[in-house]
C-alpha cells in the first residue's frame, strides 16, 4: 500500500466482516463510530467494505449502505480490496475454511471463534505464519478483559505456574441471579440469552464447552504448550440447585464455574467446574456476566484480569483492538507474534489432581451410619474436615466437606457410597477451592 498520507497511509485500511450478530455488529459500530481516533492510533483510515451475513432482512446494529452487506461469505474473504477479515459468525464450518481462504489470499484475520482457536488454532496460525499475515482473537477469551495480548507478551519474561478464573459469562450471569434473586435457572437463563451473553446453543456455555474451549486457549498461551479443547476435564453448572446455593450460603461459599489450569513437573492439569469459593476470596465477588482471571507467575507473583466476559460492546471493543493491531502492521510492516506453542501439552490424568468436596447424602436416620460413611472415607484414605446431620426419618441428609485428597480417592469414595446400605443417595458433590493448600 502507498505510504504517504497524513498519519502513514494515503489509503483506506478495507476490513470485510463474516457476521454482523451481537459481536460482529458491535464491533463493525465501534469501527463506523471511532473512526477518526482509530486513524489517529492506526496511522490509517479503516473502513468497513462488506459483511455478510445470513439474512438481508434483518436491522443491525452498525448503518451502512444495502450494498455493505451480502449473503456469500466467500464474496468477503475473496475480495481484493478486502485486509482484513473480522470472523464473527462463530462455528467450526464454513468459519475454518472461509478463514483459510482470507489466508491464502493474504489477508490478516481477527477472529472471536474459541471452538475453532482451541481446537484448529495451531493450523491456523501456521497457515498465517506462511501468508506472512496476522490471526489475532482477543476477543476469544474474557469478553472485553485484555488476557490474550498481556500473557502473551507483557509476561513472556515470566513462568507462569498457574491460571484460574470464571471465563464464561452465561453461567457466572445465572448463578449470580439464582444466588442473589433466588431466580430459577431457566428464567436466568432467558435473561442471559436476551442479553446476548450466550452461545448459538447456550449447552455450551451450561455444560463448560465454552469455559473449557477458553481454558484451553488460556493455557497454551500461558505454558506454551498446545492445550486443545478435549485436554481440558469439564463439568458444567446443570446440577448445581437452589439447596446447594443456600447450603453454600450457609456454610459462608458461592458457587461459581471455575477454569482452573496448573503445571506441575511438566504436565498441565487444566479443569472446568462448579466450585464452592469462600465469600472472602476474590472470585466470589465476581457477579453478573463479569470474568476474572488470575495468574501466578514465578516473577510477577498473582496478577488479575477482571471486567465484562461477554456482550456486544466489551467483545467488540477486543476486536476493534486486534483490528487496530493488524492496521499498525500494515502502516509499519511486521506481524505479531501468533502461536509459539506447537507441542502438545502432556496431560495430567483427573485421578491424581488434588481436590476437596463439599459432599451430601441422603441416609437412613439409623445408629451406625455415620461411621459406616466414614469408614468409607477411611478406607480410601479421604480426611473429613466437617461433617453435618440434618433432618430426621426420611429427610436425614449428612454434608461433609473433605481435605485434600486425590480425585481418584474422592471417586472411589463416591462409588462405594452409592453402593452403601445405609446411603439412599449422593444428592450433591461439588468441589471446594481457595480455603486451604491442596
Ligand atoms: P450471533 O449474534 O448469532 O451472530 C452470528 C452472525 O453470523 C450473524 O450475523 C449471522 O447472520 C452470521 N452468520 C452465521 N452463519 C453465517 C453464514 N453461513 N453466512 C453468513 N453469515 C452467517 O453470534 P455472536 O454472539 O455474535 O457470536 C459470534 C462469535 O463470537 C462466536 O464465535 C462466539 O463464540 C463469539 N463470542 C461471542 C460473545 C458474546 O458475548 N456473544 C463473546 C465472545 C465471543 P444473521 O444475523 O443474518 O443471522
Ligand atoms: N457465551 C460466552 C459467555 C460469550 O457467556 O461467556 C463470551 O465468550
Redesign the pocket.
Known sequence: MARNGRYGLNEAIQVGF????????AAARIIAEHSPDLEERCGARIEIKLI?????A?D?EVSLPDQSFT???FEVVSDPDIHIVV?????IE??LDLILTAIKNGKHVV??????MSTMGRDLVEAAESAGVDVLFE??VG?GIPIIRPIKESLAGDRIRRVMGIVN?TTNYILTRMSERGEGFAEALGEAEAL?????DPT?DIEGF?AAQKTAILSSIAFNVLVVAGDVQREGIARVTAQDISAAHELGYEIKLLSVSEVADGAIAARVHPAMIPRTHPLANVRDVFNAVFVEGEESGELMFFGR????G??GS?IVGDVAEVARHIVSGGTSIGWTHRVRARITPLDNVRVRYYVVLSVLDEPGVLSAVAGVFAHYGVSIASVRQEGSGDGATLALITHAGTEGQHSKTFQELHALDVVKAVDSRIRVVGTEEL
Open positions: 463474516l457476521g454482523c450478530g451481537v459481536v460482529g455488529g455478510a451475513v445470513r439474512s438481508l434483518k443491525r449473503t456469500d461469505p470472523e464473527a459468525m462463530g462455528g464454513p468459519a477472529t472471536a471463534n474459541k471452538e475453532l476477543a476469544a469478553g459469562g446476548g451473553y450466550t452461545e448459538l455450551a465454552d466476559g461477554a456482550g456486544g466489551p467483545t477486543a
